[in-house]
């Protein structure tokens, strides 16, 4: 962010501003960020723009107004960022359904005629949780295990944490293994993976709570008893041995109706053969 604040400010340094901007500075993840700009007693004002700059990234134009073709947004953005005011003196856009990927710096400008642009920035930083995910599968041993696995995706980075029957897990009692990814989009994504004993946890529910900030999300995981895992092991056996009887089945009708025609050819081959050598037998099969 404060490589932002070093472009935008390069960009409107070269003309002072009388603009009053407001707007949030903050958005939670999913929710909607409004931007606002005036400029008082503006006069000459032939067009109004609201532009992003992210770093390493070139400046790009969100949304104009004119007075020719009015309120329009980039085709790019259309559904994403929406007027709510449009005028000459005032403007106000909203960027709706915000992810990581809109933090950025945006610049209203207008442009005034004959003095030039006025610009004024506004930076904004999304925070929260963007998604939470759990799985549970067996151990890879032969120990009656099972490992329970939480990944969740945010900024600040998310602190994850395993509760059993609403009570905090002592971790140091079993196996865990923690990493943290950074994303292309500035968020961060943490994974926990942690081995418990079946005999302890399973019918039991687990909870995998993620905290980023002040945001707070949770992940429930309902581990199966052994009578469903015997269950779910007596249907695949089911369906296996099925599977291998219709095959060898098949293969007994393909055998017997390849022999049988086999024996059919060699009949009256030798029907054939027999009439030719002996025409008493020719007239006889008429």
């Known amino acids: 962010m404060l490589c932002l604040l070093i472009i935008s400010s390069f960009i409107t340094g070269a003309y002072p501003s009388d603009i009053l901007a407001q707007g949030d500075k903050t958005a939670l993840f999913g929710q909607d960020a409004s931007l606002s700009c005036a400029l008082p007693n503006a006069s000459g004002v032939k067009q109004v723009t609201w532009q992003r700059v992210r770093a390493d990234e070139r400046v790009q134009t969100l949304a104009t107004f004119s007075e020719r073709f009015k309120d ?4 790019q953005y259309v559904g994403k960022v929406n007027f709510t005011v449009a005028s000459f003196n005032s403007t106000s856009i909203v960027i ?15 442009q005034v005629y004959p003095v030039g642009p006025k610009r004024e920035t506004l930076c904004l930083t999304i925070k929260g949780i963007s998604e939470i995910t759990a799985t549970v599968s067996p151990a890879p041993n032969s120990e009656p295990n099972i490992t329970v696995s939480c990944s969740a995706t945010g900024k600040p980075t998310p602190i994850l944490k395993w509760k059993s029957t609403e009570k905090e897990l002592n971790l140091k009692l079993f196996r865990s ?4 990814a950074l994303n292309n989009d500035s968020s961060s994504t ?19 709570v993620a905290e980023s900030g002040s945001v707070e999300d949770s992940f429930p995981i309902h581990v ?3 009578d469903k895992v015997n269950n779910v092991t007596s249907r695949n056996n089911i369906i296996t041995i099925s599977v291998i009887i219709l095959v060898i089945f098949s293969i007994v009708i393909i055998t017997v109706i390849f022999f049988h ?14 009439a030719a050598s002996d025409p008493s037998l020719k007239q006889l099969e008429y």
Request: include cysteine.
């Open 190 to 208: 943490t994974t926990s993976n942690l081995t418990l004993p079946m005999s302890k946890f399973q019918g039991k529910y687990l909870e995998c």
């Open 261 to 274: 025609t086999r024996l059919n050819g060699a009949i009256s081959r030798m029907k054939s053969t027999c």
């Open 177 to 180: 293994h923690n990493f943290t």
């Open 96 to 110: 709706k359904n915000v992810t990581f990927e809109d933090e950025a710096c945006y610049i209203c400008s207008f």
């Open 224 to 226: 199966l008893g052994d």
């Open 72 to 75: 329009h947004v980039d085709y």
